[in-house]
């Protein structure tokens, strides 16, 4: 396994781990206004990034390294600011908005990289 797919795959079960706890700890104190915390790391940290993994095993060696580097990274520097700055706007820290707008504009860059480098191996499929 390359070391992307590797990467990506253990912050999937990194993410999978701290979104369940955050899941319980809503469903115990009876509290569900950290939904959208929960809701992203879940969908993005775990769900996403395991596909990514996936994506990385099977396809890794006909993408760009360089753009597969940036994509991982600008990745998993931005999203765990987006998913801290969400919690944080929700437990009434209003003044971390910024950070998760400037984080979740990154993770949306990741992800139009992702595609970018992603298009050769659609276009070749056959
Ligand atoms: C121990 C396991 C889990 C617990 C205790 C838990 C708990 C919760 C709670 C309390 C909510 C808020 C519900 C509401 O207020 O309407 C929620 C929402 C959500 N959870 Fe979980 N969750 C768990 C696992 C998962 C997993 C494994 C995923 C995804 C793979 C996930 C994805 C979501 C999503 C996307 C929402 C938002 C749903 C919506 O928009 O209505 N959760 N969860
Ligand atoms: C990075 C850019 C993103 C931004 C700015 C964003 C923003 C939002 C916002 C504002 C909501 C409504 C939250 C609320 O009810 O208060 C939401 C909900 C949701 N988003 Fe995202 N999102 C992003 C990326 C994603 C991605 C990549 C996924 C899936 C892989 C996703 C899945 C969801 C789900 C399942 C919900 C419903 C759960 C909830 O209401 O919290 N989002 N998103």
């Not at 390294?65 to 969400?86: C, D, E, I, K, N």
């Not at 009434?92 to 504009?105: I, K, R, T, Y």
């Amino acid at each position: 396994m390359g070391m992307t797919a590797r990467g990506f795959l253990a912050a999937s079960i990194g993410y999978g781990l701290i979104g369940l706890v955050a899941g319980l700890y809503m469903a115990i104190l009876e509290d569900h206004s950290q939904m959208p915390a929960h809701a992203h790391i879940m969908v993005i940290g775990w769900v996403s990034f395991f596909l990514f993994a996936l994506f990385y095993l099977h396809f890794g060696d006909r993408v760009s390294r360089r753009m597969t580097q940036l994509h991982f990274w600008l990745a998993q520097v931005s999203s765990p600011l987006l998913f801290a700055g969400l919690w944080l706007m929700h437990s009434g820290n209003d003044e971390f908005q910024p950070l998760a707008a400037v984080s979740a504009m990154a993770y949306a860059l990741s992800f139009l990289m992702f595609a970018v480098l992603a298009w050769p191996v659609l276009r070749n499929s056959t």
